[in-house]
C-alpha cells in the first residue's frame, strides 16, 4: 500500500509533467510507471531520483544496457526489493533476457550470496596479490601548503 | 584472522590436493587463493564449492565471463564482503574492467541500492503490466491423482 | 500469514493483559497492534520487547520522539521490514511528518545507501582524522591483579 | 577504532562495575570482553543490553547452549558483522564447536543465503500448505466494546 | 585497501578541482576526505555524487543537519559500512552528538533491527490502521486516451 | 507474481521428472513445492540446488535436523524472505518446533540482529583473545617451488 498518494499526469503540476513527458519520450511509452508517480509527491526528489537514472542506466556507457540491467537487478533480488524485482526483470527482458538466462543469472546471484558468507563465516583473510598496489599520496590539502607533493616515488600504501 | 587453519598443498590429503590441482588447471595459474585454503579443512564443504564455482563461473554459458564476474562483484559490493570485493575486482580486472568502468559499475549498485530503498520506503505496488502473466496449473502432484491437469486454457495467475 | 495465532485481549492471560493494559494506557489508546499480539504466544517474550521499546522509544531522552521514529524507519526501510515501514510510518506521521518531509526522509535513506555501496565497493580507506584517538587501558580484569592500571598517560590505541 | 573510550574496571562506576562484576560471574571469568566496555558509556545500555543477553542467551531454555550460539552466529555471519563472528565462534567452541563443525555450520549459512535468493528472485509464491492456518479474531479492543467476540467457529485467516 | 588511486589536489584535471574546490569551500574546510578523491578516478561519477551530496544532506530543509546525519548513519550502521560510520560519527559530533546521544541512538538502532525481525520472522500481517487510504486513480497515461480521468470520489485502493 | 511458469509433473521432462522423483521419495511426500516448480525453468539449476539441498540439509552429519532448520530459518529472518520463512518454519515444526520454541528462536535472531548493530555502531575492536591463533603458512603453491615448507615452528600469524 503506497505511503502517499500516486500522482496522476492530468492532476499533476507543470514542473511534475515535465518528467513525465522525458520519462515517456526516453523510454518511447505512454506509460509513467508507480514509482514515479508517487515520488512525484516531492517535485525536486522526482527531478533528482530521475535525472540519475537516465543518466546512469540510459545514457550510453561502457556497458551495454543488458548488462545495467542485470546488475541493477543482482542488487534488487540481493536486498528482496520485490518492486524492483519485478519493474528490472521487465526491462531486462525487453533488452532479450529469456526464462533461462534469468534462471542462469539467479544462479550466479545465489552463488555469490553464498560465497560472501563462507567467506565472512571463516573470516578468510585478502590474499596480498588481490590489493590493488596503488601509489598514493596520503594528503589533499589545496595548494597553501607549503609541502611537496611527493614525487617520482610516490609513498606506496 | 582466519577462523581455521589455512591448509597447504604440500600438507593437503590427496583428496584436496586433486581439488587445488584442478583449480589451478582451470584457472591456469600455480597460486591457490586463501578461500580454497580455508574451505579444506572439510574436504566436502571445498568439493561442493568448487564444483558449483566451476559449473557456474567458469563453464560458458549465456552470460560473458566479465558479466558474471561483474553480477558476483554487484552482489558482494552489496553484502559489503571485503574478500569478495577484493578478489572478484582482480578478477574482473583480468577480465578487461579498467578503472573508468569500476567507477561506472559502481555508480550502477549505488544507484540500485538507493532505487531500491525509495521503492521501499514508499511502498509502492507493483505496476500490473510487469506481473509475468504466466499460466500455470497450481497442482504438483505425481501421477497417482485421478485429476487432469488443465489443459488448453490453463488457469491464469 | 502470521505463524502463530494472534492473541487476543479477551483470551488472554492475566499476566498478557497486564501488558497489553500498559501498551494502551502508554499510548493512550484502545487498539493493541498485530505485532504484540503475536508477542504474546510467549509471554516473556512479549514483557521483554515492550519493556525495551517503552524504554528506548517511549522514555523522555536527548533525542526528541519524531527523531526517533525516524530513526527506527530509516532501519526499516534499509531491511524492507513491511510491517515496521507501515506502523512506524504510521507512527511518524502521528508525530508531525508529513508527505514532503517523508520523501526528504527517504531519499536521504537512499542516498545513505548508495553512499554505503560507492564507499564498500571502492573499499576507501578510512582518513586518520576520521578514528576517534580515544586513551585506552587494554586491560579490563578485576582487581585481583597486581598490575597497577596505567596513570597519567594511558596507552593510545 | 572504537568510537567511544572502553570503560575500565579500576574506573567504573559502581553501576557499571555491578554490570561487569554479573559478567564475570555469570561467565565464570575474570575478564570483560570489549563490547561490554564500550556499552559502559552509557549505563542505561549498558544494562539493558546485558539483561537481555543473559535472559534470551545464558538462562536455561528449551533451546541448547550450543544452538543458540549458532543462532547467533548465523545472523552474524549474514550480516557481516566482524567482531560478532569472532566472539560468538569462540564462544560456539567453548560449547564444543570443531573444526568440521564450523564448516557444515557455514555451509548451511552460505545455502540458505542462496536459497532466499533463488526464491526472491524468481519471486515464487507461497504454497498454500504452508501457510499457518490460525483462527484469528482481528479484533483486539479492550473490553469496553459490545461486540462480542467471536466464538465457536473463529474466522478463518 | 582502495581500488583505485586516490586523486591529490595537485594533480587533479580543472574538472576535478572544480568539485574538490566546492566540497572544502562548502564544509569551509581545506581537507577533501577520500571517498571523494577515489570517486574522482571518474569525474562524471564525482560531479554527480557531490551534487546529490550538495543537495540532500547540506542544503537547508525541514529536518535539521542533525538529525540527518543521524539517519544517514543509522544506515551505514545498518550495513556495517565502515567508513561511512567513521566519517559520519565525525560530522554527527561537530552537529552536537556527545558519548551519551551516540549511545541512545545506537540502541534504537539496535532495536530497530531487532524489531524489525521479531515482525519477519512471525511474519505479522499488517494492521489495517496503518494502511494509508490514499485515494489514487490507477491509471497514468497521457492525454491522448478518451477514458476520463475520475473525479470526485476517485477509486479507493 | 513468479517470474517464470511453474513446471507441472504432468509436463516435465525425464530430466526434470527425475528430480521431482527423488524429491518426493527423500521427504516421503506426494507433493513438490513451488521453489522446485519454477528452478525446473532450468534443468541444470534445478538438479545443482537440489543435489545441494539434499547434501547439506538431509545428509546426516554432526549437527541435528531441527538445527539446520533452525539455522535455515534464521539467515531466511534476518533477509526478510517470506517464502523461506514460510517454508522451513513449515520444515521446523514437522521437525518438533512449537510456538513457545519459535517466539525463544525469533527472540534469538532480534538479539543477534541488535547486537550485532551496537558492536558496528560503535565499532568495537575484537579483543585479542577471541582471535584464532592458527599457525599458517602463507604459500600455497604447488610443489615445483624449492622453497621448503616451514616445518616444526610455523609461522603464526
Redesign the interface.
Known sequence: ??????V????ASPEVRAV??DI?ATRKT??????W???A??P??LK??WR??K???VKP???DPL??E??????????????????H??AARKHGMD?????????????????????????????E????D???????????SKRK?TKGRPKK?
Open positions: 500500500m503506497a505511503q502517499v498518494k500516486l496522476n499526469y492530468q492532476e513525465f513527458d515517456m505512454d506509460y509513467v510507471n508507480n514509482i508517480r508517487a515520488l509527491v516531492h525536486p526528489l533528482r531520483f540519475q537514472m543518466e546512469v542506466m556507457s561502457r556497458l548488462t545495467k542485470l546488475l541493477y537487478l543482482a542488487v534488487s533480488v540481493t536486498n528482496n526489493c520485490e518492486y524492483c524485482i519485478n519493474s526483470s521487465f526464462d533461462a538466462m534469468l534462471a542462469e543469472f539467479n544462479e550466479i546471484v545465489a552463488l555469490a550470496n553464498a560465497g560472501n558468507r563462507l567467506t565472512m563465516g571463516l573470516q578468510v583473510e585478502i590474499d596479490r588481490f590489493k590493488p596503488q601509489p598514493s599520496v596520503l594528503w589533499s590539502l589545496k595548494g597553501t607533493p600504501r
